[in-house]
């Protein structure tokens, strides 16, 4: 059975940090590229970061520079740190995995709320 345990979400003030993680389980991590999505009020849901089994990354223009992901091969979990948060980060925060030999094998977490406000 897939799992994706996101953690680490809360309430932080403008220019605080929160670190996330997923903690995954029953997939092969080193195959799959994992990646944080996020989902505010009303929105569609958005790409924000992710992380290659390389060890390759990409950030939304939003998130870059501010935000940092990275991925533990042997704890077989995913970690976005955010630094400089905004009111506008605020969301729920989506685990996503995807393996890399079959695109169709994707995976997401339950999702860990994020606010940010003062």
């Known amino acids: 059975q897939v799992q994706l345990v996101e953690s680490g979400g809360g309430l932080a003030q403008p220019g605080g940090s929160l670190r996330l993680s997923c903690a995954t389980s029953?997939?092969?991590?080193?195959?799959?590229?994992m990646g944080w999505y996020r989902q505010a009020a009303g929105k569609q849901r958005e790409l924000v970061a992710f992380v290659t089994p390389g060890g390759g990354t990409s950030y939304d223009v939003a998130a870059k520079g501010r935000f940092t992901i990275s991925r533990d091969e042997i704890k077989d979990t995913v970690y976005l740190q955010m630094n400089g948060l905004e009111p506008e980060d605020t969301a729920v925060y989506y685990c996503?995995?995807?393996?890399?030999?079959?695109?169709?094998?994707?995976?997401w977490g339950q999702g860990t709320q994020v606010t940010v406000s003062s």
């Open positions: 029953g997939i092969i991590f080193s195959i799959h590229v």
């Open positions: 996503h995995a995807r393996s890399v030999r079959n695109i169709d094998n994707e995976y």
